[in-house]
Nanobody, 121 residues
Framework: QVQLVQSGGGVVQAGGSLRLSCLKS?????MGWFRQTPDNERAFVAA????????YYTRSVEGRCTVSRDNASTTVHLQMDDLNPDATAVYYC?????????????????WGQGAQVTVSA
């Protein structure tokens, strides 16, 4: 059983930065970040392995987003820089406990409560 508690989010101006955090209890192989798009789809943003900290990013955020983990605090972070209004969404952290695709929402069984990120123009 995995529990995920998110913190962060808020309103920032275009070009600003924001840091999201996800506190994990229980074991997971992979931690992912997704966002709820206007069409209600959960779109992949980034992911990081818990045992081996290899990172993955969707092409649209490469160079502006950084996902990291802190083993001691069992916390995963998503640092977002140079934000633009297109990044406005509800962001979710998720945990995958078995074999699956890094960017497939269906392979992540546990989800945080979500955090609203609003980027003003």
């Amino acid at each position: 059983q995995v529990q995920l508690v998110q913190s962060g989010g808020g309103v920032v101006q275009a070009g600003g930065s924001l840091r999201l955090s996800c506190l994990k209890s229980g074991f997971a192989y992979m931690m992912g970040w997704f966002r709820q798009t206007p069409d209600n789809e959960r779109a992949f943003v980034a992911a990081i392995g818990w045992i081996v900290p290899k990172t993955y990013y969707t092409r649209s955020v490469e160079g502006r987003c950084t996902v990291s983990r802190d083993n001691a605090s069992t916390t995963v972070h998503l640092q977002m820089d140079d934000l633009n209004p297109d990044a406005t969404a509800v962001y979710y952290c998720a945990a995958r406990t078995g074999v699956g695709l890094d960017d497939d929402t269906g392979d992540y069984a546990y989800w945080g409560q979500g955090a609203q990120v609003t980027v003003s123009a």
